[in-house]
């Protein structure tokens, strides 16, 4: 951090819209059981995000025997370390089937290649598709470029290797939410940009876009919600350091910087109206449209950062997570 | 972030499960929440199934604990808890295996929740004591107070109809129909089409219920040939095979497909089978029809050519006779026409 305080980076804290009633004793649950990301609570949240919460079962990745679960070791980016990749495949071979290359969130700091990949699991289970998820380096330890880095050499090690994952080359997705939509977000841009490999859809869940705090929305959070704006800042510090905010953060890293939008991958897009990063994925979703791209925009009023997620039961999170579901399920079968 | 905290279950420390039961209750009391949502925090909460079921205004709620809505089901001897002050309100758990020492708390700050959120409006109109009369999930204490606001002592009769504004100061809606409760033995109008039933005692009003329904599925429309009120006490063995054969089964019984065939060009072939067998003389029946003697021969010498059997005969009049009743009975749940049902 350099010498500027916290609320002289992020002024003073805007207006927000309510939570959804349904929702609110969910978020205030969760609050109580959850320190702000600081120095401090990051390992906690790290355990959290990998271990679960005491007492939660683990989810089981083979769906009850109908998925095959693997894990391959292959090429980093040059220079680094190897990177392992969660693979996860119908045991029933039913011939080449959508591929979705997935990048889990966590604010960059934490989770790991299995974080959230039980939402695509069903997917998988019923023959429709291949899951690759990735495990990158995580900030502060490995700041930018690695996380991203990390992602594009797995997603180039997996569309080579397609035809023997099962893959349709032709139906590759990548998906992610939160910190692994932005990286997501971030990762189609190289693959556009270095020409390889071509991707069908991107699949951006409540991304994280944009390390610059100048929209509304990603002031108006302040200890309340989940994913505040101090989270937030300590995020995209871990990330980029004395650069967060200033002239040189990549696109790649923070993809609400990019300038060109053009041939991107047909694009989903949701957020929550009472969350951070609303604003941000609002203006990518329209720079996008006016780019060319197709999109599909959500705006889920009253919800917060990942709430169905976290709130699966919640009437606003069965509606936002069928709607997902229902796209990817599309871009699966195109 | 995603799925930091994928679920509610408390497993770990007791207390502090409690306090977040009890937190997230209030929380959506203080928000308004709707009671759908109460039922979705119960089950979330508990980890397992949960429902609602309000006698008062007639609603079932089931979902589990992803908040997918799950279809109404038998009630079965699950744990449950009363509303208090709404008879036969009750929120249950669909735990199977052991209860979670959280159960009994989930339950009791669950049906809280709903009583705050519904108020006691609901609970003190006559639709909603004809509701709880005929509910079969509510105690006796309940059915008979229900009773005693609708003033009714003594054998009750149960009228079932499509009509959808049935007048009367002891009817509303249940389902699909319009059910009254009348006193004593049945007197409705005659220009009605409606199933009756009669309960002598107040514990036999849900069964005499369903017996009502299953009598509307044999009327005939109100100006039609056959009869349009029906009470299920003179039905007798008909009452079986109304009972016993689904819609769907009926339909697809050769007969009646045939005579749905016929219908499509002679609109009168169901009227003019009624009143033939309704009628003891096929003069009568003429009469009944409005139609010359001779027109009703031409009809049912076509009739009996692409039927295959003959009404007037021994055998062929019996095998009509079921034919149009099942027939009745697979149109039975067809989209009422008109105001007439």
Redesign the interface.
Known sequence: MTDRTTADILGSTTARPPFD??L???L???T???QPLSDETLAA?RR??TE?????APVDLTAAGRVRVEERQVPGPEGAPDITLLILSPVEDRGPTGGVFHI????MVSGDRR??V??LLPFVADGSAVVVSVEYRLAPEHPDPAPVEDCYAGLVWTAKHAAELGINPERLLIAG????GGLAAGTALLARDRAFPRLSHQVL?CPMLDDRFETHSSRMLDGEG??DRNSNLYGWTALLGDRRGGPDVSPYAAPARAEDLSGLPRTYLDTGSAEVFRDEILIYARRLSEAGVSVDLHMWGGGF??FD???????L??ASAATREEFIRRALED | MHELIGRLEVTDDAAAGALRVIDHFDGLTEERASVAAVVRATAALAGCPAGLHDAGRGITRRYDSRGHSLPEAESRSWARAAVPGSPGSWVWLERTGEARPLDALILERSVRAVRTLTGDFAYHSAAAAVRIACDPDVSDADRVEALGILHLTGPVTVVVTTVFDLAGPRATRIGAHTVALVPGAPDPHRDLRAGTAVAQVPAHLPAALERARVALRLTDRVDGPGPSLVAYDDLGALAVLAERITPREAAATDDVHRLDQVLLTRPWAIDTLQAVLDQASLRQAAIGLHIHHSTLQDRLSWLSSQLGYAVTKPGGRQRAAVAVLLWRIAHSEDEPVGSEG
Not at chain 1, 52 to 56: A, L, S, V, Y
Not at chain 1, 177 to 180: E, L, N, Q, V
Not at chain 1, 309 to 315: E, K, N, S, T
């Open positions: 009633p349904e609110a004793p969910v205030e649950a969760i109580a059981a959850m949240t959290y995000a679960g919460i005491p007492g939660m889990h969130g966590g604010g974080t959230g039980a939402a939410g939160s910190a692994g869940v989940i994913w950062h990942a997620g976290m709130a699966a039961h919640a009437a999170s069965r």
